[in-house]
């Protein structure tokens, strides 16, 4: 069975300055999806960003982008310029492409100090 | 788009009651997910449809739990009776494969958050 883990339970960052979220994830398919979703406290569940395994290259959304490696399993969350905003509960999430299930890690809640 | 809308958003509810948790994809999607989060387990799936057949219920705890999908634009998910372990924020999300076979991104719901008595 696919597993996601983060080993950061909590990380804080001063605002305009750079943090970086780890995941490293489980799996023998060679085809797959990652993604990171955002939770603030209104508890909806955000879509940050998408990466396909396939593809070599880092995937990038404005201030949000990802270090993707496969051979390690690794799939890290940069965020570049922190704004208050993006204080939040982060999850990393996998899903199979022949599946639809999404398989998340166990979240790590991003402070942003003033 | 309105995005995928739940209902109620809270339900307090005493144990031993029946639950009935609503949801409304997003138009167009074929896929339709039933997760469950708490502190203790996280966020686990608990079913999902495609095109409104159920696919893959493994996450559903126990025979308590139900899930129908009568229709494109509507879900529920039943728990009968409730206990107070089942107090948790439950969302919907839906997705779409667009015909490829793939399926894209979830859009999640604003959750529903049961808490039994």
């Known amino acids: 069975a696919q597993t996601v883990t983060q080993s950061q339970p909590e990380m804080s960052v001063q605002e305009a300055e750079t943090v970086t979220l780890s995941c490293t994830y489980d799996?023998?398919?060679?085809?797959?999806?990652l993604f990171w979703y955002k939770q603030p406290p209104s508890r909806q569940m955000i879509l940050v960003i998408r990466?396909?395994?396939?593809?070599?290259q880092n995937a990038t959304e404005n201030r949000f982008s990802v270090n993707f490696q496969k051979a390690a399993k690794s799939f890290s969350l940069k965020i570049s310029d922190s704004q208050l905003g993006d204080a939040a509960m982060y999850f990393c999430?996998?899903?199979?492409?022949?599946?639809?299930?999404?398989?998340f890690g166990e979240g790590t809640q991003l402070t942003v100090n003033p | 788009d309105a995005g995928v809308i739940q209902s109620p958003r809270h339900e307090v509810t005493e144990m031993g009651q029946e639950v009935t948790l609503r949801c409304k994809p997003i138009s167009g999607h074929d896929y339709l997910f039933w997760y469950r989060q708490t502190m203790m387990r996280g966020l686990e799936l608990l079913i999902y449809?495609?095109?409104?057949?159920?696919?893959?219920d493994s996450g559903m705890p126990e025979d308590r739990f139900s899930a129908k999908m009568p229709n494109a634009s509507f879900s529920t998910l039943k728990i009968q009776p409730s206990e107070p372990r089942d107090s948790a924020v439950y969302f919907c999300?839906?997705?779409?494969?667009?015909?490829?076979?793939?399926?894209?991104?979830?859009?999640f719901g604003p959750g529903t958050r049961l808490t039994v008595t």
């Open positions: 999430a996998y899903e199979e492409t022949s599946g639809s299930r999404l398989t």
């Open positions: 999300a839906s997705s779409t494969s667009a015909g490829t076979g793939e399926t894209y991104e979830q859009y």
């Open positions: 990466q396909e395994a396939y593809k070599q």
């Open positions: 799996t023998s398919e060679s085809d797959y999806y």
């Open positions: 449809f495609n095109n409104n057949v159920p696919i893959d």
